[in-house]
């Protein structure tokens, strides 16, 4: 098995609060969703291997009855202690909150977490072994 995709819930309207996530801070590509798709309250986001693969996939869906997702999270993996460095200060200069509180409390791994423009916690790890 793999994971195409995860979604999280924005509320009505807050399309530019996630392109400022997940496009700006994050640094996905925002694509349309497919023609059958059209129409509905959806920003799909991807990220690209250097062979042009999707590698991962958000879709970031308007819901009236929004709530955001304190603890229920996505969790993105990058290459190297490097770039989850450098993924933290984008972020964080993009004025999300982010902490580096857990840093080392998962084994093998190294992470922040880090809130989208709603509230929703997103995890962002890589190995360290």
Not at 84 to 96: K, V
Request: with cysteine; proline share 6%; net charge negative.
């Amino acid at each position: 098995m793999k994971l195409h995709h995860v979604q999280v819930i924005m509320p009505v309207g807050g399309d530019d609060g996630a392109r400022a996530f997940w496009r700006d801070a994050m640094g996905l590509t925002e694509v349309a969703p497919p023609p059958e798709l059209a129409g509905r309250p959806v920003r799909w986001f991807r990220a690209f291997d250097s062979s042009g693969a999707i590698t991962l996939e958000v879709h970031v869906l308007a819901d009236e009855q929004f709530v955001p997702a304190r603890l229920a999270h996505p969790a993105v993996l990058v290459d190297s202690v490097a770039d989850l460095e450098a993924l933290g200060e984008r972020i964080a200069s993009a004025g999300f909150e982010l902490s580096w509180a857990q840093r080392t409390s998962f084994a093998g791994y190294q992470r922040f977490h880090c809130w989208d423009a709603f509230g929703n916690r997103v995890e962002v790890m890589t190995p360290t072994g």
